[in-house]
């Protein structure tokens, strides 16, 4: 009778400043647009967890804020995000890439270098960079984190991923999955709307607007064929307000039409998306519309 193959299951937890690609090599991995993944920085605002599954293996991916040292409440709820992936992390995926100051956020990196699990070190956007400049941040991420193992990729282009996969199942611990076979992550499909809506807000307004921007799904009823959803779109000002729906309504329009298109890509299913825009005054700022939205990391 033929051995049973070993099961391994982990958390890989993905860190790193703003805007060096984590959602966009979250997405690779998952091979789902789980996170949203714009140009823009600070756009994942949660912990979102992204799960694959073969016969032999559970990978739980979770994907994190952007480190940075917080000015309002609702960065300092994001930056505890990035330090709970501290925690419970089998194998920490720490980013970087090749633009970024290395010793940028020195504190954050004090903490994973005490860290006792893997380390792997991820340098995305090395089709940014020539030989020489690659080897010169190899040299200076080895005197920065000396027990991490450094790979050189490109997230954008799958340059490096397939072998990443492959290092990380080596270096899984052996254990039954942690979640259902057929679960892709641990957000609910409400989450996914405010996400999406929210990133063609990122996509399409200019300066702090995107930032001042909270969605809240309101109604989300599915059927078999179609799934109706009501979200709610947040500012913090009556100025944002008019700026989000522009003149005689176009510009929210452009968000509504956008948001549905992709809500009916990641769904499978025809969307009816209602869109409306209400002022909340300081959310970013208040501990009880921060847990509201979802934004308490405990």
Do not use: C
């Amino acid at each position: 009778m033929a051995e049973k193959k070993q099961h391994k299951a982990g958390f890989v937890n993905i860190v790193g400043n703003p805007n060096v690609g984590k959602s966009t090599l979250m997405n690779q991995l998952v091979g789902e647009r789980i996170s949203i993944a714009t140009f823009k920085a600070q756009t994942t605002r949660h912990r979102i967890m992204g799960i694959v599954n073969t016969d032999s293996m559970q990978i739980v991916f979770s994907d994190t804020p952007g480190v940075l040292k917080p000015n309002y409440k609702l960065q300092e709820s994001m930056l505890a995000f990035s330090e709970s992936a501290l925690q419970d992390a089998d194998v920490l995926l720490y980013v970087t890439d090749v633009v970024e100051n290395p010793e940028k956020n020195m504190d954050f990196l004090g903490k994973v270098q005490k860290m006792q699990i893997p380390v792997l070190l991820l340098i995305n956007k090395i089709d940014q960079t020539n030989q020489e400049g690659l080897g010169n941040l190899v040299d200076t991420w080895h005197r920065l984190l000396p027990n991490a193992e450094i790979l050189p990729i490109s997230a954008l282009n799958k340059f490096g991923v397939d072998l990443l996969l492959k290092r990380i199942y080596e270096l899984l611990p052996e254990s039954p999955p942690y979640f259902d076979k057929d679960q892709l992550t641990d957000k609910p499909a409400r989450f996914f709307v405010s996400e999406i809506v929210r990133e063609k807000i990122l996509l399409y307004y200019d300066k702090e607007i995107p930032y001042s921007v909270e969605v809240s799904v309101e109604s989300f009823k599915e059927t078999e064929r179609r799934i109706d959803i009501r979200a709610v779109i947040y500012v913090e000002r009556e100025s944002q307000k008019g700026i989000i729906i522009g003149h005689q309504g176009i510009a929210l329009k452009r968000v509504g039409s956008e948001s549905r298109k992709s809500l009916e890509r990641f769904f499978g299913k025809k969307i009816f998306l209602e869109t409306y825009v209400k002022v909340d005054k300081d959310w970013r700022s208040n501990k009880h519309e921060l847990d509201l939205f979802g934004y308490n990391p405990e």
